[in-house]
């Protein structure tokens, strides 16, 4: 069962449809000059649970990859924390025909720049990630990030990139550093400590939040997994489609 719910932006939208897929969630124009629109995207289960065993995989479905691919397809650029990096194995962002034509129309690499946050530098340089990617993979990091640490990521062939005074990164940092690098676009894919820092600093935009029927319990974090904030931030809902069960919502801070 697939339908478009009331709150979605006018038009047949279609999970079924790439184009389409694109057009809803297509990035709004830059409010100003140099300035970015970061986006969070993440699944989580109904009572709450962002991953299953580790890893996020379990609550997703064919409808909520669509959509990671579109999101994906969309952005210059993909920041993830560096835990997630290693829970999920991730890999080089793929060049998609889809999405060339959009991509090349407004200027954007044939394949979103992955940007990895890290205070500690505590990853393998050696996966494909680093070695292999179609544009070079930005490693976040502090002023104060270990030496020896930040010259292997560059050895690489890595680009580190300072994004905070201490050891690790400044949330409000990363949006500024990465749109002065013409990277306006941003995704954050979590894991949720990072997500819950954005939150925290004000500067998450968006939530494209899948939402999967299933119960999972246990003690696995919330989509965001932080400190609280002192007064709620509202977000105003965009868009909702469904398919199979799954919802997938889509919040603008309001």
Known sequence: MRRLFPVCPPGEASLDSLDALADA???????????????????????GAARHDGRSQPLSSPGDMRIFGVLRGLADAIVVGAETVRQEQYRPAKARDAFAERRAALGQPVAPVIAVVSASLELDFSLPLFTEPLVPTLVLTGAQADQDRVRAARDC????????????????????????RGLTRLLTEGGPRLLAQFAAAEVLDELCLSIAPLI????????????????????????????????????VRA
């Open 25 to 47: 969630y297509a990035y709004p124009a830059p409010r100003a000059a140099a300035s970015a629109w970061l986006r969070g995207n993440m699944v989580a289960s109904l009572d």
């Open 157 to 180: 062939g890595a680009e580190v990139v300072v994004a905070g005074r201490g050891p690790g990164v400044d949330p409000a940092e990363v949006a500024r550093v990465l749109a002065a």
């Open 216 to 251: 999972a319990a246990g003690t696995q974090p919330r989509i965001m997994d932080g400190a609280g904030l002192a007064v709620p931030t509202r977000f105003a809902p965009a868009a909702i489609l469904e398919e199979d069960g799954f919802l997938f919502t889509r919040y």
